[in-house]
């Protein structure tokens, strides 16, 4: 049974930087891109990033390019994504996302 579970969400100033990670259990997680989605307050779920199974191939949204940084420690079973520069439109709840599943989410506000 797949199991991802997000933690390192929290309140951040605008231009603060966060870390989250992922948990994964229940599954080969070296041999499965993994990504990053997020969904703000009233909207719908929206693509951050994807990183390939063996971490050398990243992929991001035009909105977080150049701030926000996915990585992976298969060794671990667990997902990364460092944000940086964050800005108060990145508030979300953010979802590990391994094909059709996802965690239960950490939210990140980002608010002065």
């Known amino acids: 049974q797949v199991q991802l579970v997000e933690s390192g969400g929290g309140l951040v100033q605008p231009g603060g930087s966060l870390r989250l990670s992922c948990a994964a259990s229940?599954?080969?997680?070296?041999?499965?891109?993994m990504s990053w989605v997020r969904q703000a307050p009233g909207k719908g779920l929206e693509w951050v990033s994807t990183i390939n199974s063996g971490g050398t191939s990243t992929y991001y949204a035009d909105s977080v390019k150049g701030r926000f940084t996915i990585s992976r420690d298969n060794a671990k079973n667990m997902l990364f994504l460092q944000m940086n520069s964050l800005k108060p439109n990145d508030t979300a709840v953010y979802y590990c996302k391994k094909d059709a599943v996802r965690g239960k989410g950490t939210l990140v506000t980002v608010s002065s």
């Open positions: 229940g599954f080969r997680f070296r041999s499965y891109a």
